[in-house]
């Protein structure tokens, strides 16, 4: 037990770190927990991107130089953590205390369960054996003599490893119980990213009853997090990105505000979270391109040189994949046989699944219903916006399964879907919220468009040349 709270404090430490690094690196002045969040967010895809061609080198060490080289940047940047801490009595003086106090059971709860509980299969031997690998060589490349299910870990996106070898470079051999608290910081990041998101869309009260929900939602935070995946860990991410593009509709691209650096990041978590990073890039573009200002394609690019940077670095991954391993055959070999064998059987999963009460409670058929609501009333808000997100993801994920190279249609379904839906269910929250509340207003008396600085909020951080909204 020991470790593990020195663990918890080590991966603290990292993200702090992560943040500063984004602060130094974009000039952010964090002034509240979201937008330190968001830093957090921002900095450990920015480390994670750059660490990728770094592990051609092959060199070992090289986790604990990113680790030193963050803590070198914390103290260069220990202004900005005496703001946080002047700031932070103000914190805690909550209107609805009690709603505060769920998400903090709710937390104190996962830590818990995170302590005791031990990785499961994929935590251990997919994102473990990826830190393991380069906490000791520093190479995220796996030396494996024949192409089998090992080849996969190479191609798994290593963010969520990084900050495990990072944790990790505090002792001398690589602690498992200690690494395990950065799962814990994910889980405040979750909750974090739902309450901003739910705040921009609605309001504070609302955004802290939704935040306390979402930390004891058992598919959540429960039921796989603990177990070492990374659907979580894109979950927070996705809540953090979302509510970066809805405060930024309307306005012209930037790539100084969080939102393309947070899409950015999906794409370093896990492989869904490019699939993610698409839909958040187009909807920016297309919601820029309908301003009411006119964005020149110069402000789409400069935007765009964010989103580029993460993606050429997966790209530079994919040299370290020594053979290909295909889990799903190719779209072009779809047939229609497989519909009619498959499709009754994936449509009974998917509806046991969006039913379970043990695993999501009514999450799933109030969102179903959120969705109809919010388009009914607001059509053209960033609330409907979310809630297709979200709504595409599911059903995506579902018929994915067609093409699954699995025997068991239903195994491979019963143990990847569930997890799927952790991914969008900030997503799924806020839409809830957004059809029970009334939605903020903007500037012009419009109901359902984000308001740049909703009710009871502060402005965000102020970066060079503007302010965050």
């Known amino acids: 037990m020991p470790t593990a709270f020195l663990g918890l404090a080590a991966a603290f430490v990292v993200a702090l770190g992560c943040a500063a690094l ?4 974009l000039g952010w002045r964090p002034r509240s927990l979201p937008d330190w969040n968001e830093a957090f967010l921002a900095g450990l895809g920015i480390a994670t991107a750059a660490v990728i061609p770094l592990s051609l080198l092959r060199r070992p060490g090289t986790a604990f130089a990113l680790l030193a080289a963050l803590l070198v940047v914390m103290l260069l940047r220990r202004s900005d953590f005496a703001r946080a801490l002047a700031a932070a009595p103000g914190a805690f003086r909550t209107k609805p205390p009690v709603a505060a106090a769920l998400a903090v ?66 002792w001398r051999a690589f602690p498992f119980a200690a690494v395990k ?16 998101l739910v705040e921009t869309l609605t309001d504070r009260r609302t955004a802290y009853v939704a935040a306390g929900l979402a930390s004891l939602l058992p598919g959540l935070t429960m039921r796989t997090a603990v177990l070492g995946n990374a659907d979580m860990p894109l ?77 050429l670095a997966r790209f530079a991954q994919r040299t370290l994949i020594p053979a290909e391993y295909l889990e799903f055959s190719p779209i072009t070999s779809f047939r229609f046989s497989l519909l009619a064998t498959r499709g009754p059987i994936i449509a009974a999963r998917m509806g046991r ?29 960033g609330a409907l916006a979310i809630a297709a997100t979200a709504l595409c993801v599911v059903l995506a994920d579902a018929g994915m399964f067609l093409f699954t190279r699995w025997g068991d249609v239903r195994l491979h379904f019963d143990q990847a879907y569930p997890r799927l839906l952790a991914q969008v269910a900030p997503l799924a929250v806020a839409t809830v919220a957004a059809a029970v509340f009334p939605l903020v207003r903007d500037d012009h008396g419009r109901r359902g468009k984000p308001a740049a600085a909703p009710r009871g909020r502060r402005s965000g951080a102020s970066v060079r040349g503007g302010t965050i909204p």
């Not at 608290?181 to 901003?196: K, M, N, P, Q, Y």
């Open 22 to 25: 984004a602060n130094a690196v």
């Open 105 to 170: 059971a709710g937390l104190a709860l996962f830590a818990w369960s995170n302590g005791c509980a031990g990785f499961g299969w994929d935590g251990f031997q997919i994102w473990m054996t990826k830190a393991q690998e380069f906490y000791a060589t520093g190479e995220l490349a796996l030396d494996v003599p024949t192409p089998g299910y090992m080849t996969r870990i190479v191609s798994y996106p290593p963010a969520v490893p990084l900050a495990e070898a990072l944790v990790a470079s505090f």
């Open 181 to 196: 608290g950065i799962f814990t910081v994910f889980a405040l990041s979750l909750v974090v990213g739902t309450f901003r």
């Open 235 to 311: 979950a927070a991410v996705g809540a953090a990105a979302a509510a970066a593009a809805l405060r930024g509709a309307g306005h012209p691209p930037d790539w100084r505000k969080p939102a393309p650096w947070l899409l950015g990041t999906l794409a370093m978590v896990k492989s869904e979270g490019t699939v993610l990073l698409a839909i958040g890039a187009v909807a920016m573009t297309l919601a820029a391109a309908a301003a009411h200002r006119p964005t020149g394609a110069r402000r789409i690019l400069v935007f765009a040189a964010p989103l580029a940077f993460f993606v």
């Open 353 to 381: 699944w969006l039913l379970s009460l043990p695993s999501w409670g009514i999450l799933w058929p109030a969102f179903l219903a959120g969705v109809v609501v919010v388009a009914m009333r607001a059509p053209r808000s």
